[in-house]
């Protein structure tokens, strides 16, 4: 009995839910959607557009892949700027971590068609 009740509940609530997002219409009612055979027709996928996104706004690769152009540009100035008598060093860590950047910069540029 409890759980028919329960199950009424959310039948109610599912309906009234519907009936808010679409309006009192036969198509705000889920089971009149089902045909004789019990099975609901299925419905064409909708159409999405590209987003659109406003004049001025960055996109986000975009802004990851400039972050990382500036910190490989940082690594390579302070080495430079450590450098004498024409030779530079570089700490083995920084020019792995050039590496990996540039090895990210490619995949988002991969990624995008670029």
Do not use: F, W
Request: aromatic content about 0%; proline content about 7%; overall charge neutral.
């Amino acid at each position: 009995m409890a759980l028919r009740l329960l199950c009424r509940s959310i039948k109610e609530n599912c309906c009234a839910v519907y009936t808010a997002t679409l309006g009192p219409t036969r198509d705000a009612n889920p089971i009149a959607h089902v045909g004789a055979n019990g099975v609901a027709p299925t419905a064409a996928a909708p159409q999405t557009e590209p987003i659109q996104r406003p004049p001025g706004s960055v996109d986000p690769d975009r802004a990851t892949m400039l972050m990382l152009l500036e910190r490989m540009e940082k690594l390579a100035t302070d080495s430079l700027k450590s450098g004498k008598d024409g030779k530079v060093t570089i700490d083995r860590s920084a020019l792995d971590e050039i590496i990996a950047e540039i090895g990210q910069i490619k995949a988002m540029l991969l990624r995008n068609g670029g």
